[in-house]
């Protein structure tokens, strides 16, 4: 197979943080040998994640089995996941926010056996719904866990418990009409009905419009990650795979002053 050298758009931020955790893991374990360094798996790792490269290609690239590539790749991910931040931590960073933005995004799956569950009638095809929180400049600063692809924006959202986390922590949100009927401190664009809506709804309308487009990077940057282009691996670990998403994006956002 022939071989040839590869970018990965990303710093060393992000090289650094998985490499610490792959030899902390190696310390608490064991002085065990290993096919590969600690830097070289973490590279492994981002190259499969940001670029979307197949166990395959990673294998032949870094002179791996592919099952050694695949419990290296599952190793750093689940690391990467255990540092990302949870819910209450995620509303301590938003109490401090101007505003924060929800949104929801479908990350497309292979089609699986029990198929019906993820199968979204919004987006005609299979997938699982993930939640995104994003700040007034657009930077991702949460993500859910997956949920099948049929569960509707506002149900994923109550079922996280994001709704009253953002009530309670008293934080502004909008949001699109797919959360319409939501309550507590998000909102959502006036939706019309049987009447037409007045020059002011329009209005408000527009701008609410205007500040939600912002959300849209977030999700963007998530999906920036080629390996969420579409998901080849069991569905449930599609969390795990977002949350590692936001411990690296979260290093990388780092790099730039507020």
Request: some cysteine; overall charge positive; charged content about 25%.
């Amino acid at each position: 197979m022939l071989a040839y050298p590869a970018s990965i758009p990303l710093s060393t931020r992000s090289l650094t943080r998985l490499t610490d955790l792959i030899r902390a893991r190696r310390v608490s374990l064991g002085g065990r040998w290993r096919r590969l360094p600690a830097q070289r798996q973490a590279l492994m790792a981002l190259a499969h994640l940001r670029n979307g490269d197949t166990l395959t290609r990673l294998a032949a690239g870094f002179g791996v089995s592919v099952t050694t590539a695949w419990r290296y790749l599952r190793e750093a991910v689940d690391l990467l996941a255990t540092c990302a931040p949870d819910l209450t931590e995620a509303m301590h960073t938003a109490a401090r926010l101007a505003f924060a933005i929800l949104d929801g995004t479908l990350i497309p799956i292979d089609r699986v056996a029990d198929q019906r569950p993820y199968y979204s009638g919004k987006h005609k095809r299979h997938g699982v719904n993930v939640q995104v929180l994003a700040d007034p400049a657009g930077r991702l600063k949460w993500a859910s866990a997956a949920l099948p692809g049929s569960t509707h924006d506002l149900t994923a959202a109550r079922t996280h418990g994001l709704i009253d986390a953002l009530t309670t922590a008293n934080v502004m949100t909008f949001a699109d009409k797919g959360y319409q009927g939501a309550g507590g401190t998000v909102w959502t664009p006036f939706k019309r009905r049987r009447t037409r809506l007045s020059r002011r709804q329009k209005t408000v309308n527009r701008h609410h419009a205007k500040i939600r487009a912002l959300g849209e990077r977030a999700v963007a940057t998530l999906k920036s990650w080629k390996i969420l282009t579409k998901l080849r691996c069991c569905p449930r670990r599609a969390t795990a795979i977002v949350q590692a998403i936001l411990v690296l994006q979260a290093a990388e956002d780092a790099r730039y002053p507020r």
